[in-house]
């Protein structure tokens, strides 16, 4: 039977999520990827494992990760029954609904109808009574915010959801979406966007100075660029990269010579640190108290202790900073 290291806690950091009481460990496991039906389940346990050992509580899922939609919640609600049920207590789970899940016009977008169901079908397939954070993954114009947010209010006072989140919402939105949830006495205590040393599509939209002004934490999922900022491209496309065997994501033509040049001289920076660049990545998105835990992918229990060497080492000067903007700001 699966026994967690002792010391599981020793090394990892622990952030305020906002201003609200809950701590996320400032490296969580996003279970986006290599989850799925086309994963090995021993693979996907020891990494959970390994997580776990090493103080990563936050697991984040949604319902339609897989492949195929469902696929990655089935997958873990096998290894909490597997390895983690009797530590439920000390992890942190996470789901969401707001994209495609089930054909009909029921199955996507923000309304009561789909977004309860929804949460009622994840509890099912993880076997969990609740989970401790239930998102709206996307904004969604044709449903009126209001519905949205009841939806995520109900979940949390019926108590299948311990705090509420916001998943792909832009500043504006978010802080709306907030006042009415505060109104419905419901804790909304985190948002979750795309965020990386190419992407900086949280400080665009406002939503980081939003969160900020609002007291509510921030998570940034693909802190790699979907392995952009890692040492795979730094000779050009592998053949089993993502890009060559999945193509969903990370599409070909995104890979420019420019884009290359880029990769490399952001890693002559991390070299000169002594860091990988993912872990020199991975540190930049973590670089202010903005951010309250990096998401990250993994596809073997390796990855994920490579990527927790952002939490040794001397923070990003200023100087390197302005160098990373420098090159990663130009137009590719």
């Known amino acids: 039977m699966y026994q967690p290291s002792d010391n599981r806690y020793d090394t990892m950091t622990y952030n305020r999520c906002g201003k609200s009481g809950l701590l996320l460990p400032a490296v969580s496991l996003g279970l986006w990827h290599n989850f799925g039906d086309t994963a090995a389940y021993d693979t996907m346990r020891r990494m959970c494992r390994t997580a776990f050992d090493h103080g990563i509580t936050h697991f984040d899922l949604a319902n339609n990760y897989g492949p195929e939609p469902g696929a990655a919640e089935r997958h873990f609600g096998r290894i909490l029954r597997d390895d983690l049920a009797p530590w439920r207590d000390e992890l942190i789970i996470s789901t969401k609904a707001g994209y495609e899940m089930w054909p009909g016009p029921y199955g996507n977008g923000g309304s009561r109808k789909y977004l309860l169901a929804s949460l009622d079908q994840s509890l099912l397939r993880m076997g969990l009574d609740y989970v401790d954070i239930f998102y709206h993954h996307r904004m969604d114009p044709e449903t009126p915010l209001e519905e949205s947010m009841g939806a995520l209010a109900q979940a949390v006072h019926a108590g299948k959801a311990l705090y509420a989140g916001l998943s792909n919402y832009d500043g504006p939105t978010m802080e709306r979406a907030c006042q009415i949830l505060d109104e419905l006495h419901c804790p909304c205590v985190i948002n979750q966007n795309r965020y990386n040393i190419f ?134």
């Open 199 to 332: 992407l900086r599509i949280t400080e665009e939209n406002g939503l980081k100075s939003m969160a900020r002004e609002k007291g509510k934490g921030l998570i940034c999922f693909t802190p790699l660029a979907q392995g952009l900022l890692t040492d795979r491209y730094l000779h050009g496309i592998p053949a089993d990269s993502r890009v060559m065997t999945d193509g969903r994501f990370l599409k070909k033509e995104q890979i420019t010579n420019e884009r290359l040049a880029q990769i490399r001289a952001l890693n002559e920076i991390a070299a000169a640190r002594g860091e990988s660049l993912a872990v020199m990545a991975l540190k930049w998105v973590l670089k202010d108290s903005d951010v309250t835990s990096v998401l990250i992918g993994a596809s073997r229990p390796e990855q994920i202790l490579e990527d927790l060497r952002v939490l040794d080492g001397a923070p990003l000067s200023d100087e390197e900073l302005r160098q990373i903007d420098a090159i990663a700001l130009a137009t590719p």
